[in-house]
């Protein structure tokens, strides 16, 4: 199963932009890598998806290098609502690992 | 667009009973995914299905755990005997059947279950 890993836990200020990395150095030519944001009592809520050089959407930005071994979430000028566990996948349609959660990184936005 | 939806959203049962869940997904996606979420952990798959069609079960406790598509729709996720060691939050997720390419996943709001 391809495995990822992440910090268990960050911490930021409001305002600030926050950058997580994931590694997964074992990804597949086909796979893509997946964010997903999770707050409490909630179900995981779909980020940001990318497979190479970089990715843009409202909320966040995804930076993926040629070899594609690691990837940073990038979160601009944080809130105190953005504290939650953000989660990295890696895989692909029809592949089962593209489920498989890690325990995620826990972001602490303090005022 | 409505959510997914899950009930109950919160369960307490004793050890050895038995526990239902139920899952609607959004309309018009195809597969449906039940994972289970312990506390401090990340969810893990339990279940995969493709319209009615089990497309990944291989971490199902099938001793104790059931689930069912029926009409490739609504799901529902059985547990029977319950163990302590089963309490946590049991997720619900949907998404569109695409060939290729990445896949994302809607999840509903979970119901947790504690086991007594």
């Known amino acids: 199963l391809a495995k990822t890993t992440q910090p268990i836990s960050m911490d930021s200020y409001e305002g600030q932009e926050v950058n997580i990395t994931c590694s997964h150095n074992?990804?597949?030519?086909?796979?893509?890598i997946t964010w997903y944001q999770q707050f409490p009592s909630q179900g995981p809520r779909f980020i940001i998806q990318g497979y190479k050089t970089k990715v843009t959407n409202e909320v966040a930005s995804l930076f993926i290098p040629a070899d594609r071994k690691s990837s940073t979430l990038s979160l601009p000028r944080v809130s105190l609502s953005d504290t939650a566990v953000y989660y990295c996948?890696?895989?692909?349609?029809?592949?089962?690992?593209?489920?498989?959660f890690g325990s995620g990184t826990q972001l602490t936005v303090l005022p | 667009e409505a959510g997914v939806a899950q009930s109950p959203r919160y369960k307490i049962i004793e050890k050895r009973q038995s526990v239902a869940f139920w899952c609607n997904p959004i309309s018009g996606h195809a597969t449906l995914y039940w994972y289970q979420q312990i506390l401090g952990q990340g969810p893990k798959l339990l279940i995969q299905f493709q319209n009615n069609g089990v497309v990944d079960d291989s971490q199902l406790p099938k001793d104790r755990f059931s689930a069912e598509r029926l009409k490739g729709v609504d799901s529902t996720l059985k547990i029977q005997p319950a163990k302590l060691e089963d309490s946590a939050v049991y997720l619900c997720?949907?998404?569109?059947?695409?060939?290729?390419?990445?896949?994302?996943?809607?999840f509903g709001p979970g119901t947790r279950l504690t086991v007594l």
């Open positions: 996948l890696v895989g692909h349609s029809g592949s089962a690992r593209q489920l498989t």
């Open positions: 074992n990804i597949a030519t086909n796979d893509y």
């Open positions: 997720a949907s998404s569109p059947l695409r060939d290729r390419g990445p896949r994302e996943q809607f």
